[in-house]
């Protein structure tokens, strides 16, 4: 515990920051991670063909990284972000590498591990970031902000005319996102036409994200947004759902012909709402996991497969360090 304590210890990152262990955190999960995972997996079941599903194993995630274009400003954010008390980046990693080598029979730590915090990788950030761009998006949502990375890679491909809604309880996260949203422009207000979605790029509501859909609701404001991401509270993600698919551009559309005749049309306008983390670290599938967040996000992704109102899609784990990872601390790895 004193490990980990020292390795969360702000000066302690400092340093392994100044020794390249940290934040260009890909390549010290590398120094690790010696031994390579086969880089491709095959199904088991006949049924699926046999079908061969790549291991992304630290050598290809640098490869992939390397091919990411990140901005700069991004880049300064996510170091930054890995320097705070609390995120989740490889500092878990090694602290969870010396404990359980340390207290091989203890698995308390990762208990402790789900209570940091995480950010999305600049390959997830990429996608996200591209995803808003084909929808051509104007109207955004993000549920869970944290000192703003991902929401900045949406803000910073939306058009000047677009809107991102920013849900965040923490205020501290919210003065680093800050910081940046204004380094990068996007957090103007006009005082000369202050109620003008153009002049405001992120709309930063602070509190709880139930409450801040609530209210966007409550304001009219059903039905006006192209996309969410949803990266908070996993027990929360079926009223985050809920809420999101009233706001998101996903609606019932009533057309009235004349007085006396009226149709419904059931239309889908083409929202998107990308939901963080449902794989849980790998937990969702292990039967013997059976805390409070793997049952609610369980229960989430069986509800998302057999709602009809959505086309919907599982994206797989995108790392697979676990392969690397001693038992123990497997689910620290990012799904
Ligand atoms: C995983 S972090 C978000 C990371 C961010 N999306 C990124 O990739 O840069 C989750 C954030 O959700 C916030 N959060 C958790 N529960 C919340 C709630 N009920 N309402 C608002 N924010 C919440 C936490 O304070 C934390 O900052």
């Known amino acids: 515990l004193l490990s980990l304590s020292s390795l969360r210890c702000r000066s302690t990152k400092r340093r392994l920051a100044s020794l390249h262990l940290l934040p260009s955190a890909p390549r010290t999960v590398r120094s690790l991670a010696t031994v390579t995972a086969p880089p491709v997996v095959v199904a088991e079941d006949d049924k699926y063909g046999r079908k061969q599903v790549i291991s992304v194993t630290p050598q290809l995630y640098d490869y992939i990284l390397s091919n990411v274009r990140e901005p700069p400003i991004l880049r300064e954010l996510r170091e930054e972000t890995a320097t705070m008390p609390g995120s989740q980046m490889q500092v ?15 698995n308390k730590f990762v208990f402790l591990s789900t209570e940091l915090v995480t950010f999305v990788s600049p390959d997830q950030a990429q996608l996200l970031a591209m995803l808003v761009q084909i929808l051509g998006a104007q109207r955004c949502i993000e549920v869970g902000v944290y000192t703003g990375y991902s929401s ?25 996102a800050k910081k940046y949203y204004e380094r990068a422009g996007v957090s103007h207000k006009s005082f000369l036409f202050p109620s003008s979605i153009a002049s405001l790029l992120v709309d930063i509501k602070h509190g709880l994200a139930v409450e801040s859909l609530r209210s966007l ?19 929360m993600y079926s009223e985050y759902f809920e809420l999101l698919l009233q706001l998101v551009m996903f609606c019932v559309v009533t057309v009235h012909k004349n007085l006396a005749y009226q149709t419904i ?43 009809k109102r959505i ?12 392969d690397h990872m001693p038992e123990e601390s497997r689910y620290l790895s990012q799904c």
């Open 265 to 307: 049309l059931q239309v889908r306008i083409g929202g998107l709402i990308v939901i963080d983390n449902v794989l849980w670290h790998g937990k969702v599938a292990d039967p013997q996991v059976n805390d409070s967040k793997t049952i609610s996000l369980r229960n989430f992704n069986k509800k998302i497969l057999e709602d």
């Open 217 to 235: 609701i409550q304001n009219g404001e059903s039905c006006s947004f192209d996309f969410a991401f949803v990266d908070a509270e996993k027990r």
């Open 92 to 106: 878990l990693l090694l602290a969870s590498f010396f404990l359980s080598h340390l207290m091989p029979s203890n």
């Open 152 to 176: 900045l890679a949406i803000v910073l491909v939306l058009p000047e005319s677009g809107r991102l809604v920013a849900c965040e309880r923490d205020m501290k996260c919210l003065e680093v």
């Open 311 to 322: 086309s919907t899609s599982m994206v797989g784990a995108n790392r697979r360090w676990h």
